[in-house]
């Protein structure tokens, strides 16, 4: 929330390309120096959406299969870079869909977005509102079915691959509920396709110390070689 007021912070990371859930519209943004090379934004509420920010050479554009019902599950062509790629951004926040309402965005969406996912080099990433911790809560559409056919697609997490850590046994959480250091979670992912683990050198989650004051998130920035 408020991003126009802090997100000057992210920038000291020098981020190619930035997903930020609960973003206000851009039109709210203007005094906000991004200097971005395109921008797309997600969303019925203006003060609460899903943003994604390209810097340099990357340029963003929607493309032209968005299921808008999946909220929020945005496909969006990644060029001007070292690759092409599809880039999947994520807010994983549905209250209409009651039995379907978080992790099972995500699993509508692997379905619905299936064959380019099978088929593309990919990332997904954003606020998946999840973790394996919960799965007793979510039968229909839990997170382990999530990793299960996203690494049936050859698509895997960028956090647990470099870490090597089991999901659900994170030592590094990227979300305090209320703020508080004592209920740390790890519910924000970056999912790649092989192509991109290949690459992989450096998977960071910021230090509560650093972001409390701004967020009850902490980025997650995934860098990778080519």
């Known amino acids: ?14 981020p190619d390309i930035l997903i930020v859930p609960e973003c206000e519209h851009p039109d709210k943004l203007l005094n906000l120096a991004l200097n971005a090379t395109s921008t797309l934004w997600y969303g019925t509420n203006k003060n609460k959406g899903l943003a994604v920010f390209s810097f340099g050479r990357y340029v963003l554009k929607e493309m032209n299969d968005h299921n808008v019902e999946l909220k929020l ?8 870079g070292e690759c092409d790629f599809k880039l999947f951004a994520v807010w994983a926040n549905n209250p209409q869909d009651w039995e379907y309402q978080y992790i ?6 692997i379905h619905y977005y299936e ?17 394996i911790i919960w799965d007793k809560l979510h ?19 960028t956090y647990h691959m470099h870490n090597n850590e089991a999901q659900g046994k994170e030592l590094h959480s990227t979300f305090h509920l209320y703020r508080h250091e004592n209920k740390p979670y790890h519910i924000d992912y970056c999912f790649a396709s092989q192509f991109f ?3 992989l050198i450096d998977v960071e989650v910021g230090q509560f110390r650093n972001w409390t004051l701004y967020s009850d998130h ?4 995934v860098t990778f070689d080519f």
Do not use: Y
Not at 145 to 155: N, T, Y
């Open 1 to 14: 929330m408020a991003f126009r007021k802090k997100g000057h912070l992210i920038q000291n990371e020098e």
């Open 73 to 80: 599950f945005c496909p969006i062509h990644v060029t001007g």
């Open 104 to 109: 099972g965005q995500v699993w509508k969406a």
């Open 115 to 131: 064959n380019i996912l099978s088929t593309e080099q990919i990332i997904i990433a954003g606020d998946f509102n999840s973790n």
């Open 139 to 157: 039968r229909k559409a839990s997170h382990t079915m999530v990793i299960d056919m996203l690494e049936s697609l050859g698509i895997f997490s």
């Open 197 to 199: 683990i290949e690459r």
């Open 218 to 221: 902490k980025p997650l920035i």
